[in-house]
């Protein structure tokens, strides 16, 4: 049980959480202000990781992964020395996946050739949508012209770059999505992630919705559509889903993500940020202060992390089902049965299988096309037996 982790691998997340402007469908961690203190950013992010480095000791890491926010406004050399610091405290894979987002309206070609050089070898990109119109009501503050040179500049620069897209938008329809879709797939390099449109609570969108000013949403059955269209038009393009919402050409597949969806354990360092650490056999929750300030004043004490959450067994194989069954490859049954101390019911598995939910095998249990529709009732029905 100690090495479950292994399974998944040892990755590391460091959370910007400044953007230009707050997008009314985001409900991550960032924030608007008009002065941050790069020094003193980047000063806490290498005490933290000294901090969690000396109980991961000897861990190889397999990717590195900027998120936010929008990390693109974090200086070349701030994130040039976290990758250097990194690698001072940790052993490394013969070739880290070390990934940065970025928003078009961020991009430039030196500050790009920057980051390469201290680096950051991927790119994902917050592009959203390729229509003018829909960026604007995304709240987005560049246009779609801005977006494609922004990508042009990313793949002259990156051998690696995703971009992601939002679809089942306000008024858009099949025909549309389609069109926008395929122009996608002929700028793309090797990886996509393509998102429907969720309105979550405590957004400008959600807020919108609660009052029924937010019109135009997709019914259920044309986000269906859109979705089997999405899954079917990049499989005939080289780029299959292994996830969800995320398609890739065979071998470029993001590392970091894996990690997260084949359960192995990850730092989590920033405002916000979540963790899975293994101490003596057990997974712990992490989770830091999500103010910023709070965080970086709560950094000089050693404390910017909440109090750990230690997971119990049922914990950790729920964990494990929530995120392995959005894979296209699924999960282990033999692992499963290791964490939670007793297999997954039988009879829940035969039932699935025989309303064409899942497509099992032998040794892995995997959602089928049909199951993906509805992932999380099928999710549902496994841990509920």
Partial sequence: MTDDWHNGGFGIYIHWPFCEA???????????????????????????????????????????????????????????????????????????????????????????????DGGVNRISMGIQALNDDDLRQLGRLHSAKEAIAAFDIARKTF????????????????????????????MAIDHLSLYQLTIEDGTAFGDRYARGKLRGLPTDDLGADMFDMTQQICADAGMPAYEVSNHARDGAQSRHNLIYWRYGDYIGIGPGAHGRITSNG?????????????????????????????????????????????????????????LAGKPLSIDTLSHLHEIGMLSETESRIIVSDQGFRVLNSVISDLIDA
């Fill in 159 to 186: 051998d690696r770059v995703s971009f992601d897209l939002i679809y089942a938008r306000q008024n858009q329809s099949l025909a549309d999505w389609e069109t926008e879709l395929k122009q996608a797939l002929s």
């Fill in 282 to 338: 057990r997974r712990n929750a992490t989770l830091c202060h999500s103010n910023p300030q709070m965080w970086l004043k709560a950094v000089e004490t050693g404390s910017a992390e909440k109090p750990r959450e230690r997971l119990t067994r049922s914990d950790e194989a729920i964990e494990f089902l929530l995120m392995g069954l959005r894979l296209r490859e699924g999960i282990d049954a033999k692992r499963y049965e290791r």
């Fill in 22 to 116: 707050k997008c009314p469908y985001c409900d991550f961690n960032s924030h608007v202000t008009r002065f941050i203190d790069q020094d003193a950013w980047k000063a806490a992010y290498l005490s933290e990781l000294r901090r969690v480095a000396e109980e991961t000791q000897g861990r190889i890491v397999q990717s590195v992964f900027f998120g936010g926010g929008t990390p693109s406004l974090m200086q070349p050399d701030t994130v040039a020395e976290i990758i250097a610091t990194i690698r001072t405290l940790w052993p490394t894979s013969n070739d880290p996946e070390i990934t940065l987002e970025a928003n078009p309206g961020s991009v430039e070609a030196g500050r790009f050739a920057a980051y390469r």
